[in-house]
């Protein structure tokens, strides 16, 4: 278990996973220099095993790997709001996927801040006035401070998205 412990936290840390061969072979010249007394044959751990044993692990720890996307709530919200206010809210949640945002709240509220950082940069009455209306009022300040925050060209468009935006939004 203990190589599956390894290969697991090098996929979660920033600087990759480790080549599965390469941890089957110092995990074994490990068992052979360190542990021989506990370890009379060869090192019987083969990479199928690590694989197999990282799902257990996973299930074990309880961690969930399906992330749910801003993207659904956000076209739902969004159709009384103007293409304009969908299309900069769309390029907001494409950048918000770059930080740890989109695993600490749930997307329907992700959606609802990114409408309301687009609704300001357009300012569109009618989307403040929605905002209004539904009143959220407590979590959306907190996923707000935690979004990057979009770069204004001169003319008041997104400067420099690299995103894709929503079919039919150009």
């Known amino acids: 278990m203990a190589p599956t412990c390894i290969f697991l936290a090098s996929k979660v840390e920033e600087c990759g996973p480790i080549p599965i061969q390469r941890l089957i072979t110092v995990c074994s010249s490990l068992m052979k220099?360190?542990?021989?007394?506990?370890?009379?044959?060869?090192?019987?751990?083969?990479?199928?095993?690590?694989?197999?044993c990282e799902f257990y692990l996973l299930e074990i720890m309880d961690c969930c790997l399906i992330v749910h996307q801003?993207?659904?709530p956000l076209t739902?919200?969004?159709?009384?709001l103007g293409p304009?206010?969908?299309n900069t809210a769309w390029h907001?949640?494409?950048?918000?996927?770059r930080c740890d945002v989109v695993l600490t709240h749930p997307p329907h509220l992700i959606a609802l801040s990114a409408l309301?950082?687009?609704?300001?940069i357009h300012n569109n009455e009618h989307a403040q006035q929605w905002f209004t209306d539904i009143s959220i009022s407590i979590e959306i300040?907190?996923?707000l401070f935690r979004m990057p925050r979009p770069r204004m060209s001169h003319s008041g468009s997104l400067?420099?998205?690299?995103?894709s935006t929503p079919s039919g939004m150009r």
Request: charged share 20%; aromatic share 12%; glycine share 2%.
């Open 92 to 97: 907001i949640v494409n950048d918000v996927l």
């Open 159 to 163: 400067a420099g998205s690299r995103c």
């Open 70 to 72: 801003p993207y659904r």
């Open 76 to 80: 739902t919200y969004s159709e009384s």
């Open 141 to 143: 300040p907190a996923i």
């Open 116 to 120: 309301h950082i687009s609704s300001v």
């Open 84 to 86: 304009e206010v969908l």
């Open 33 to 52: 220099s360190k542990f021989n007394f506990a370890v009379t044959n060869e090192f019987l751990y083969r990479p199928q095993h690590v694989l197999e």
